[in-house]
Every structure is written in structure tokens, then in C-alpha cells.
């Protein structure tokens, strides 16, 4: 019975998880500039907010599940970490040509920040519930 | 033959100078005969060629840069460049001990621009007039400013007396200054010396922050 329970917990623990993971890499910088003196947020731009976006749901999701778990919510939620992830990894892609640009100008000492790759670690996570895992009411229904 | 070859290559020299001011300073910027005048390129090897002003024990100078950068062969990066910034390199452009020049970059809080050698973005040569990073950002960030900053050396040094204490390479280490009071010590000092005296102080000023690139330029006196 207590394992049961805790499986229950367990797709909304990584969809709250992985979705504070995701909100919270939109806070960190995500580039710098001057070795890291100056940085800029996720936050601050269009792509950061839809992450944010993506994040708190996937957190609001996460409390769904326990309140109703059924696996379309589960698999829907993972859909939705699956698409933060390929949003990430193209940003990712985005900060990779932008820091190789800036580089070319030594005395801005530009370098990728923390955030976009704890944005991307956090989607994987919520990505996660696709995987066929003994997930609690995939055996219960 | 010769003639049209002379004509041609003025020719040349004109349009890249038009066209290097009109990268470097976008319309709306006042021009400035205080910082940077990055110009135009050298017509053998590409690079920019200009002025950015400096701070040399107490007065200010001016930097004549002739040459591109330098970044060495280590530690990795994955830039292009191979610039890499936080650790010292392992290969210098030529041997022996180079000077280094400090970025002082004010972080957190806008100090008067008249004490900024690089206060208008793109008026600094070897830098972009503003940053693109609309790429991470997405729309609304293709024309972030540059971050302004000013520059020390100490030609006291006896590596700085390098090649005649004239042209040569330097070597670009940053320092962060947090405190705008700080900040107005250092612009009142002109010196290495009172930033070494805040740093031994430890408040609102960072330690050097050692990078890979260098930056090949003269000191001249500021005319």
C-alpha cells in the first residue's frame, strides 16, 4: 500500500520537479559578458518567459496529477517537457552561434551562463514522464 | 598601369574608412574626440586600426592599435576565436613577459560617461556597436548596448618597457567595480596603484580576472 502511494507521487514529483528546475533556469543568466560581470537573464527576453511559462505549468501539472491521476495528464505534462526540451536545445543552439560571434571581440570576454542549461536539464526531467516507467495508474486503470 | 593601381588602392583606403565609421557609430551617437575612433582597416591584413584612450599613472593617454587580436592556443574553447576568458593562456604572442591592459567595467550602476573610454557602444575599436542576442533572447534583443568600461595600464613595469614601451602586445585582464565611489577613486587616480590600493581594501571592486586575448597597440600621449 506505501509503495503504491509513493509510486502515485512519484510522475508528480518529476513534473513539479522538472518544472521548478525549468523556472528557475529562466532566473539565472543565461549569457555574460566581461567575464561575468555582466549578465542577462532568461527572464528578460521572450524565449525566458515562455520557458518560465512552460515551467510553472508543468509544476501546476505536477499538482494535477495528484489531484486527478490519469495518464493522458501524465503523458500530456511529458508532451509539454518534450517540447521545452527542443525549445531549449534550439536556444542552446541560438547561444552557441551568439557567444561564438561575440568572441571574436576580445574585450567583451563573452561566455554562456548557468541558466539555459539548467532550463534544459529541468525539461528533460518533465520529458521524462513519456518514458515507459512503472508509473502508478498505468498499472491502476 | 601604376596610376590606376595608386587610384584603385586610395580609392580602396576612402570607402573602407566610410565604411568603418559607418559600422562603428550608429546615427543617433554624438561623436566623441574624447574616446575611440576606430576608423578603418589596414589593407594588408584586415585589421582595425584606431584610438581608444587609456589611464597611465595618473594622466590619460591614447591607444594606437594596428594589429588584430591575439587569443592563445589554450585553455580550450569552443569559439572560433579560441578566446576563452577566467584562466591564463598557455601560449603568449611573442616571448617574455607582456603588460597586461585592465578593463575596469562598472557593474550595476551607470557612472558619468565622461569617465568612460568606451561610453557609446561601438565607439570602441575591436568592439561591436551593439550585441545581437536575439538568438537567446528572442525578439526585442538584437540591439542590446554594449556594456561600457575604461582602460588602465602601468608602462612602469619593466615588461611594459617591452619593444621600446611602443607598440606591442598587452594583455586584457578585467576588473568589476561595484561601488560608484570606488568607481570615482579610480577615475580620480588614473592609476594601477589606487586600484591596487581598493582591491587591497576588498570593497566594491573585484580581484583581476585573467583571460587569453591580447590586443596589439601603442601609448601614445593624449593630444
Not at chain 1, 522538472?18 to 561575468?36: C, D, E, H, K, N
Request: hydrophobic share 40%; proline share 8%; with cysteine.
Amino acid at each position: 500500500m506505501r509503495r503504491e502511494s509513493s509510486r502515485e507521487w512519484r510522475p508528480s514529483l518529476v513534473a513539479a520537479g522538472g518544472g521548478s528546475i525549468v523556472a528557475a533556469g529562466t532566473m539565472l543568466p543565461w549569457i555574460s559578458l566581461f567575464a561575468g560581470l555582466h549578465s542577462y537573464a532568461g527572464i528578460a527576453g521572450l524565449y525566458g518567459r515562455m520557458m518560465f511559462a512552460g515551467g510553472a505549468l508543468a509544476v501546476a501539472g505536477g499538482v494535477a496529477i495528484l489531484v486527478r491521476p490519469d495518464p493522458r495528464l501524465r503523458l500530456a505534462i511529458g508532451s509539454l517537457g518534450l517540447a521545452l526540451t527542443i525549445f531549449a536545445a534550439w536556444v542552446l543552439w541560438g547561444l552557441r552561434s551568439t557567444t561564438h560571434g561575440l568572441a571574436r571581440h576580445p574585450l567583451l570576454l563573452a561566455r554562456p551562463g548557468p541558466g539555459l542549461f539548467v532550463v534544459l536539464a529541468g525539461a528533460l526531467l518533465v520529458a521524462a514522464l513519456l518514458s515507459p516507467l512503472p508509473w502508478r495508474y498505468d498499472n491502476a486503470h | 598601369m601604376h596610376t590606376r593601381s595608386l587610384s584603385l588602392s586610395a580609392l580602396f583606403a576612402v570607402a573602407s574608412m566610410v565604411v568603418g565609421c559607418a559600422d562603428q557609430r550608429s546615427p543617433g551617437e554624438p561623436s566623441s574626440t574624447r574616446s575611440s575612433l576606430a576608423a578603418n582597416h589596414d589593407a594588408h591584413s584586415g585589421a582595425s586600426v584606431g584610438f581608444t584612450d587609456g589611464w597611465q599613472n595618473g594622466t590619460t593617454v591614447s591607444f594606437f592599435y594596428t594589429k588584430p587580436f591575439f587569443c592563445s592556443d589554450g585553455p580550450p574553447s569552443g569559439a572560433p576565436s579560441g578566446c576563452e576568458v577566467g584562466e591564463d593562456g598557455t601560449s603568449d604572442p611573442r616571448p617574455g613577459k607582456i603588460p597586461v591592459l585592465y578593463v575596469m567595467t562598472p557593474t550595476g550602476f551607470r557612472p558619468d560617461a565622461s569617465t568612460l573610454q568606451c561610453p557609446i557602444p561601438g565607439n570602441c575599436i575591436n568592439h561591436p556597436s551593439t550585441i545581437d542576442l536575439s538568438r537567446v533572447f528572442g525578439p526585442g534583443f538584437a540591439d542590446v548596448p554594449l556594456p561600457a568600461h575604461s582602460h588602465i595600464i602601468d608602462s612602469d613595469l619593466d615588461e611594459s618597457q617591452s619593444n621600446g614601451g611602443e607598440a606591442g602586445w598587452w594583455e586584457i585582464e578585467v576588473i568589476g567595480v561595484s561601488s560608484p565611489a570606488v568607481w570615482d577613486q579610480i577615475v580620480a587616480g588614473k592609476s594601477l596603484a589606487t586600484v591596487r590600493a581598493l582591491q587591497a581594501a576588498g570593497v566594491g571592486i573585484t580581484d583581476d580576472i585573467r583571460s587569453n586575448a591580447y590586443l596589439f597597440f601603442s601609448v601614445r600621449p593624449k593630444t
